[in-house]
């Protein structure tokens, strides 16, 4: 991109590492070779057959494939490109809020709950809309500020590059439970209107040595599956994996695990649509965002996450496989994504969604 060099608070080669230190528990997740599933190997299927099953969250090593590249390389011009979003004055974002039940556009701090007491949020983001980045200019759907129509190529690749290397997955994972792989294919065509979106988070430097903000509450992903790249710890997923989406606590015992940010890996996640698809045998992790941890807390914090989601018109019921157990909403004829996804963001306590 043809920017003048200008002073950048995301500066990744300048991070000190994650803390090795008891106080800052960290999670086991299983890391799957991307090469290798593009590649049908069974062993590696297998693993990440397992870890989806039971904790939600993988790392995935991005290395060796072409979509790979694009997401390790172009993560660090989205975030660089969401630097200059985020610095845009507040009166220019808030021109971007969300309309029409969809949630792309800017969320300003605080407006989402953290807690049942209301303690607002920390962290900014920006979403943009797959849809709208893939296709002309006179097609889109909305307004876009000027450093994100710049960036429109950009965009656009990474889009393909996540949406496809969730359908992978997600492929691998119908092939599992005898589910016929076209009646999820069908349910995320990649042109056709979706939520899927591009989200550039900020959040703030940590005011304090104990953690005090939450940057992003507790939740489970709604959408599909979820392609995360981040540099800085932060996030953190509850021990204890649970198959109920709800809204902001934890609905078993359990803690809080950190999740060590891995060089060349996404972190990927399945949301509760993958749930529903399943009849609760694939798991979305719960998870949330804080501070960074010990001296990496002194940075601004920056992640680019795309949530692959549910075409707005396709019906979310619980899809027929030979490993999915039998549900009532199977012969129903299930309700539309699009009002699904609202309701689950209406359940999270988001306050600025456009009705
Ligand atoms: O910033 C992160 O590391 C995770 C963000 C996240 O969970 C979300 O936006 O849904
Ligand atoms: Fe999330």
Request: glycine residues 8%; charged residues 25%; contains cysteine.
């Amino acid at each position: 991109m043809p920017h003048k060099e200008e002073h950048s608070e995301f500066t990744p080669d300048q991070y000190p590492p994650f803390p090795e230190d008891y106080q800052f528990p960290t999670v086991e997740l299983t890391t799957i070779s991307l090469q290798k599933l593009e590649e049908n190997d069974g062993p590696e299927k297998d693993r990440a057959f397992e870890a989806f099953k039971t904790r939600g969250f993988v790392y995935l090593n991005l290395s060796g494939t072409a979509n790979g590249e694009t997401i390790s390389q172009g993560s660090n011009d989205v975030a660089r490109g969401a630097e200059q979003t985020f610095a845009l004055p507040l009166e220019e974002k808030e021109k971007y809020r969300p309309t029409n039940k969809a949630l792309f556009g800017y969320k300003l701090v605080g407006a989402t709950k953290t807690d049942k007491a209301g303690t607002p949020d920390t962290a900014e983001f920006f979403n943009i809309s797959k849809n709208d980045m893939i296709v002309d200019d006179s097609k889109m759907s909305r307004q876009w500020p000027n450093v994100v129509l710049e960036r429109k190529p950009l965009y656009a690749k990474y889009c393909r590059a996540a949406h496809s290397t969730g359908m992978l997955i997600m492929d691998m994972l119908a092939d599992k439970l005898g589910i016929d792989r076209e009646d999820i294919r069908q349910r995320h065509v990649l042109e056709e209107m979706a939520g899927d979106h591009i989200r550039m988070t900020r959040g703030p430097p940590r005011k304090s040595a104990e953690m005090p903000e939450i940057q992003t509450p507790s939740h489970t992903d709604f959408g599909t599956i979820t392609i995360l790249m981040n540099w800085l710890g932060g996030l953190q997923v509850w021990s204890e994996s649970s198959r109920k989406a709800g809204p902001l606590e934890p609905d078993v015992p359990g803690e809080w695990l950190w999740v060590k940010p891995k060089r060349g890996c996404a972190i990927v996640n399945l949301g509760d649509a993958a749930v529903k698809y399943t009849n609760g045998v694939l798991c979305s992790g719960r998870h949330r965002v804080i501070p960074s941890p010990g001296e990496q807390g002194k940075y601004p914090r920056y992640s680019v996450v795309y949530f692959v989601r549910p075409c707005d018109h396709t019906k979310m019921k619980t899809l027929k496989g030979h490993s999915v157990p039998p549900a009532d909403d199977q012969d129903e004829e299930g309700i539309e994504a699009k009002e699904w996804i609202y309701q689950q963001a209406i359940g999270l306590g988001s306050n600025h969604l456009g009705k």
